[in-house]
């Protein structure tokens, strides 16, 4: 009997304010050029006064379950990646849990910054596969406009806001599910990508700080690596792989990875022009626009991909 985790159904969340690039040029000195050239990212959207972490995770939760067609009481399993918790604690998965009415479930976050979503659904697979869950919500949801120091135009106008779900069914014997999943990491780099404050440190939540140029440059290298591990572990090849769903940082690294590997830029998902880097939320983001507007159906074989703060980085193929 094999036993696999299958996406039932697809979710996401996105603040209602929406800022462009030329409201950004009006704040700190950037262009809307340079930020689209370097980056491709033209569009983000940014969590208003009502609008938290936990918010945003249980409206993308609630509409992954409305596509599944399953009931929030048949969730036994809530993991939630998130950098930007909404308190240090309780973990933000209890509270969302507290939001879709479940009294009763297995609930966690899981810290792995912009791979926290491959994290969360490493996690949540092993436990479906092992026997300790039947039906999970793996959630990637973030505020970093609350971490961003808005006067840095190296990293302020790179991130965004919002909120992307996964449930994941136990199914027996079926063609689809998730083959394999690979995760990474290399606390050595520490300092090229951190936040400056936290609970037992500084006792402040801290702004993000990143070496950008320094960051590309790992993200290519251990990006093709991983995947080329994960498309190894299912069995699979490049050539087959319908869809590469990646982590939406910067359009350059995603055109990098993509000639690395010697694949097609028209099998990868790109949302980092109207969402901009969403952390935890990017790759459930993408994997929901790209399942809602049609291009990912059933049966196409699928790679989701992430790199970023600790460093941490995974990748996880499966058969939507
Ligand atoms: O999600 C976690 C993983 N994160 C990433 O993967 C991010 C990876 N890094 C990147 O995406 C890119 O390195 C950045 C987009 C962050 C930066 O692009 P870059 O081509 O590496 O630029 P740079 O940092 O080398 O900066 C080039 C120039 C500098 O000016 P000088 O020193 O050449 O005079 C910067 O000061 O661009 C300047 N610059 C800006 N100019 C206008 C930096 N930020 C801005 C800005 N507007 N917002």
Redesign the pocket.
């Known amino acids: 009997m094999t036993l696999r985790a299958v996406i039932a159904g697809v979710g996401s969340a996105l603040p209602e304010r929406r800022v462009d690039n030329a409201e950004l040029a009006a704040q ?4 809307d050029e ?2 689209v050239e ?2 491709g990212i033209r569009t983000r959207y940014i969590a208003g006064p009502g609008e938290t972490t936990g918010t945003l995770a249980a409206d993308a939760a609630r509409r992954a379950l409305d596509h599944a067609g399953i009931d929030a009481g048949d969730i036994d399993l809530i993991v939630l990646a998130t950098a930007t918790p909404d308190q240090t604690f309780p973990a933000t998965a209890t509270k969302v849990q507290t939001m879709l009415g479940i009294v009763d479930c297995i609930s966690f976050d899981v810290a792995a ?2 791979s926290g979503f491959l994290y969360a659904l490493s996690v949540a697979d092993s436990m479906i596969r092992g026997g300790g869950a039947k039906t999970a919500l793996v959630i990637g949801a973030e505020t970093f406009s609350r971490i961003l120091d808005w006067e840095d ?6 991130f965004g806001d919002g909120a992307g779900a996964v449930v994941l069914q136990a199914a027996e014997n079926g063609q689809s599910g998730i083959l394999a999943t690979r995760l990474h990491a290399d606390g050595r780099h520490q300092d090229l ?1 951190y936040v400056d404050g936290g609970p037992s440190t500084t006792g402040t939540v801290g702004k993000l700080r ?1 070496k ?2 320094e ?2 440059r790992h ?1 290519v290298v251990n990006l093709a690596a991983v995947l080329n591990e994960v498309l190894d572990a299912a069995g699979v090849t490049a050539d087959e792989v319908d869809w590469i769903v990646p ?1 939406q ?2 359009a ?2 995603l055109d990098a990875t993509a000639k690395k590997l010697g694949l097609s830029p028209g099998k990868i998902v790109v949302t980092v022009d109207r969402h901009a ?1 969403t ?1 935890a939320a ?1 790759v459930p983001l993408a994997l929901d626009v790209a399942i809602k507007d049609g291009r990912i159906k059933r049966g196409d074989l699928v790679v989701l991909e ?4 600790g460093f941490t980085w995974g990748a996880a193929a499966l058969r939507y």
Do not use: E, Q, Y
Not at 28 to 31: K, L, N, R, Y
Not at 153 to 158: D, E, F, G, M
Not at 306 to 309: C, L, S
């Open positions: 700190v000195d950037t262009s340079w930020i370097r980056t910054v912009c135009r190296t990293t302020c106008v790179l990508l990143m950008g140029r960051v590309f993200a982590h940082a910067n350059r690294i880097n952390s990017s992430a790199m970023g703060g």
